[in-house]
């Protein structure tokens, strides 16, 4: 391409992608740009659920960001099964982008809910930076602050919430049930359990001290412990199920075999998906029928719970 052009993916909350190019003017601004593709006119057919971006304050007044979206043919007069959902990162962010998984959800009749809790990526430095070295702290409140809205809305039922995420999603998901039962199913994927052991396993390794601010294990162990999600999951009650890929470097299936094995011993309802040949991104890199069967599982064990 020119190097006055430049060309894009170009995403909605409810348009998964178009190509889209621009011209690129003197003081390195993007000016005069078009959408080139028109690939996705299939959607003129079906029927989405509405988005309602959300701005919240957190226990200590903080503004937060979040969005609801909402079954198709939605009726203010029913009360809705829900499900919260956590990004990876946790230095990343949700934005204005179409989410297959939240859809999918959606249309099978549930409420889906997702934030940019503190420790996201987009909000500025001080955002960021201010889970740095106590991940479950403040993220923790602020997930908790979301549930709790979302808990208060007229359509959702505070009996049938669920809770997922993959990463440090799937580390929050960990942490949750560990410290509350309020929700009646969870899908903790790709999971981050146990600072100690994550520190020789992820490629990570050192590279964990400037990504979570801890420390190498043998240096402070207790501070590893205690943001540890394993170090709490004696008290889970809840319904989880554990998602790993066998070829994660990222996030070992060790840790997530470790959230697992200690359900099964505490008696909780629990399963084990493993999934062969897949790395880190095979929710959204996968091979297709790997990517399926994660979603089919994932939907399969919130109709166990919530419907």
Same mark, same amino acid.
């Given at each position: ?8 993916? =170009? ?9 889209? %190019?621009?011209?690129?003017? #003197? ?8 959408? +080139? ?8 057919? &079906? ?7 959300? =701005?919240?304050?957190?226990? #200590?007044?903080? #503004?937060?960001?979040? =969005? ?15 499900? +919260? ?11 204005? &982008? ?64 669920? %809770? ?22 969870? %899908? ?22 400037? +990504? ?59 399963? +084990? ?27 399969? =064990? ?6």
């Amino acid at each position: 391409a020119a190097r006055d052009r430049v060309a894009w993916l =170009w995403s909605t909350l409810d348009d998964p992608a178009q190509l889209r %190019v621009g011209d690129i003017d #003197d003081n390195g601004k993007v000016t005069a740009s078009r959408t +080139l593709t028109a690939i996705n006119d299939w959607q003129a057919g &079906m029927e989405w659920g509405d988005i309602e971006e959300v =701005w919240f304050k957190a226990r #200590d007044g903080y #503004d937060l960001h979040g =969005w609801i979206l909402k079954p198709p043919g939605f009726d203010p007069t029913k009360k809705y099964p829900s499900i +919260l959902e956590i990004h990876g990162g946790p230095q990343t962010q949700y934005g204005n &982008m179409f989410m297959h998984e939240f859809h999918y959800l959606a249309a099978a009749g549930y409420v889906v809910y997702w934030s940019n809790p503190r420790g996201s990526q987009g909000y500025g430095e001080g955002m960021t930076g201010s889970i740095y070295g106590r991940w479950g702290s403040v993220d923790y409140d602020d997930v908790m602050d979301w549930a709790d809205y979302a808990a208060n809305l007229p359509y959702i039922d505070t009996g049938r919430m669920g %809770v997922t995420g993959g990463s440090y999603g799937g580390y929050m998901t960990t942490l949750i049930i560990g410290r509350t039962d309020r929700f009646k199913a969870a %899908v903790a994927q790709r999971v981050v359990s146990n600072f100690i052991s994550f520190y020789g396993s992820s490629d990570l390794n050192i590279g964990l001290d400037h +990504l979570a601010g801890t420390t190498a294990p043998w240096e402070d162990m207790a501070t590893c412990w205690a943001q540890s999600p394993i170090s709490a999951i004696g008290n889970a009650r809840t319904p989880t199920l554990v998602i790993h890929s066998e070829n994660d470097y990222r996030c070992d299936q060790e840790q997530g075999e470790q959230v697992y094995i200690a359900l099964k011993k505490l008696g909780v309802d629990t399963e +084990l998906l493993l999934l062969p040949g897949e790395s880190h991104g095979v929710s959204r890199g996968g091979r297709t029928d790997r990517r399926i069967a994660r979603l089919e599982y994932l939907m399969g =064990w919130f109709e166990r719970y919530l419907k």
